[in-house]
């Protein structure tokens, strides 16, 4: 049997498609970093509001201060309770500080690795 040869149209329609199929994959990869990214930055301003709420004396009942309070706790992880001084607010600066640093830091390196991989 012969070999069919190809039309130069088919091949370069082959090259246009797999072009396309690797800028689509490139998006959504870059999409995705950037969601890991903004999901990050978002956990570490919720927990920094907390901390720049609790220091300054907001009123623990207000609405705000509870909202922030009940969305910070399960971000701060492991941090919540890491340093136990005696300060209420000093504690909460330096575990929570360090739990908005670790969401920075975790999203920066997930992003780079989803970018790398992808």
Do not use: C, K
């Not at 009123?59 to 309770?81: E, M």
């Not at 300060?87 to 390196?109: H, I, M, P, Q, T």
Request: charged share 20%.
């Amino acid at each position: 049997m012969a070999a069919r040869a190809e039309r130069p149209e088919d091949v370069e329609q082959a090259s246009r498609q797999r072009r396309s199929a690797g800028e689509v994959r490139a998006s959504v990869v870059g999409v995705l970093a950037g969601l890991v990214r903004w999901v990050g930055l978002v956990f570490a301003i919720i927990l920094v509001v907390h901390v720049l709420l609790t220091v300054g004396n907001a009123n623990p009942d207000n609405g705000i201060t509870v909202f922030f309070a009940d969305a910070a706790d399960p971000l701060a992880l492991a941090f919540r309770n890491l340093f136990t001084p005696e300060n209420a607010e000093l504690r909460v600066l330096v575990n929570y500080g360090l739990a908005a640093l670790f969401w920075l830091v975790v999203s920066a390196v997930l992003a780079r690795l989803i970018r790398r991989l992808g």
